[in-house]
């Protein structure tokens, strides 16, 4: 138990996404809310229709899903009051955006309503990826950052460029990190039985790709490095998880890419996976290579995942190599974007250098200690105690 009163705090967590649905900011508010009802937290969740309907208690510990928006339009703000006054929370944590908010202007404006609505009670609002918002949508982010008595950045960058525009808010804002949305695989895992079942040979040697495939992903880049070194190496395979699929635009162009270099066969294209499944997929991998285009960062769930499952990783150099605390050639091997031949060239080291891709696994531990789910979790937790302490 985290509080120092009898009576557990009950926190409402908004969120447009949550499993299955697809969406990393889903995924994320899933494992942060396991991880809170951890530590003495009862946690009641408000998200769209098709997510997944959830209850689970054990003594005091509580986790309540309901599913109950079908559209966020105007509309949902009375369920969402409805929502309040049903669960009485202690705190309402706002998580901005997700997929299925769209371009609704009435999520917008929901932090100004909750806070007119119920003054008393602190109102917290996550920020992903505000940096990549264009101008107008960043706008769209002024009522949470007025309303919101904290706000919490997932990535300390965004603080840099919200205190830029908006210096008023600087004193509530806090940087808790995001955590891998994969868990580690566990010590029963059984990596050439999985291998088995993908239909890997034992001499391949796998490449992963992990994470949705868009524009800034960098695959453009990554698909003629492996058509290089399979030149070499052709037992070199690629993975990706999830598979490209032919409804979307983009993906189309890179189907077509994968045709073009003849990689189609040579390419193991996989479904969305559950957390779980996922891992042991991954951990399948020889390495995993993450080139994107804008420079590795804290909030790619994508990288934390893989560094989760032992994987040496291969990503681009951050732009704000400050705030990141993974080395190359320590912790990873960085290599700049849009580079084809660093990439090949860095594959190419794991592959001829047996020592220093097991370097790489067993080093990346340490700095990744600081992004447990457990950790993330009591960092939320004593956020929640300096508000009910008065700090607002």
Not at 79 to 85: L, N, P, S, Y
Not at 198 to 208: C, R
Not at 231 to 237: I, S
Not at 298 to 319: D, F, N
Request: proline residues 8%.
């Amino acid at each position: 138990m985290t509080q120092n009163h009898t009576k557990p705090w009950t926190l409402l967590v908004i969120s447009g996404t949550w499993p299955p649905l697809s969406c990393g900011v889903g995924d994320y508010s899933s494992k942060l809310c396991e991880h809170l009802i951890r530590q003495g937290i009862r946690v009641q969740v408000l998200t769209s229709k098709h997510a997944r309907p959830d209850f689970y208690l054990a003594g005091e510990s509580l986790l309540e899903v309901h599913t109950r928006i079908d559209r966020w339009s105007w509309s949902t703000l009375r369920i969402v009051e409805q929502t309040v006054r049903e669960t009485k929370p202690d705190f309402i944590l706002f998580q901005w955006p997700t997929a299925n908010y769209g371009r609704s202007l009435a999520v917008n404006f929901l932090p100004r309503i909750l806070k007119k609505k119920f003054p008393e009670i602190p109102l917290l609002t996550t920020l992903h990826e505000f940096r990549y918002f264009r101008p107008w949508t960043q706008m769209r982010v002024i009522p949470a950052l007025r309303y919101s008595d904290r706000v919490i950045l997932v990535d300390p960058q965004d603080g840099e460029n919200i205190e830029k525009k908006h210096t008023w808010v600087s004193a509530r804002l806090r940087f808790i990190p995001i955590g891998s949305n994969v868990p580690p695989v566990t010590a029963s895992f059984d990596r050439d039985q999985q291998r088995t079942v993908l239909g890997i040979q034992p001499k391949d040697f796998i490449v992963a790709f992990f994470g949705f495939a868009n524009p800034p992903k960098g695959l453009e880049t990554l698909f003629p490095a492996i058509r290089l070194l399979r030149e070499k190496y052709p037992y070199v395979k690629l993975l990706l998880l999830p598979q490209l699929s032919s409804q979307v635009k983009y993906h189309q162009h890179l189907l077509q890419q994968l045709k073009k270099l003849d990689l189609i066969d040579h390419t193991i294209q996989l479904e969305y996976a559950q957390p779980r499944l996922a891992a042991k997929i991954l951990a399948s991998a020889d390495c995993a290579v993450l080139p994107f285009e804008d420079g590795a960062s804290l909030k790619r769930g994508s990288m934390l995942a893989c560094l989760e499952q032992a994987l040496p990783v291969i990503t681009t150099i951050p732009k704000q190599k400050k705030y990141f605390p993974f080395l190359d050639r320590k912790h990873m091997l960085l290599v700049p974007p849009g580079d084809m031949t660093a990439i090949t060239q860095a594959v190419e080291m794991l592959l001829q250098e047996p020592k220093l891709k097991e370097a790489l696994s067993e080093q990346r531990r340490e700095p990744l200690r600081a992004y447990a789910w457990d950790t993330i979790a009591k960092q939320h937790c004593a956020l929640l105690a300096e508000l009910q302490e008065g700090g607002r």
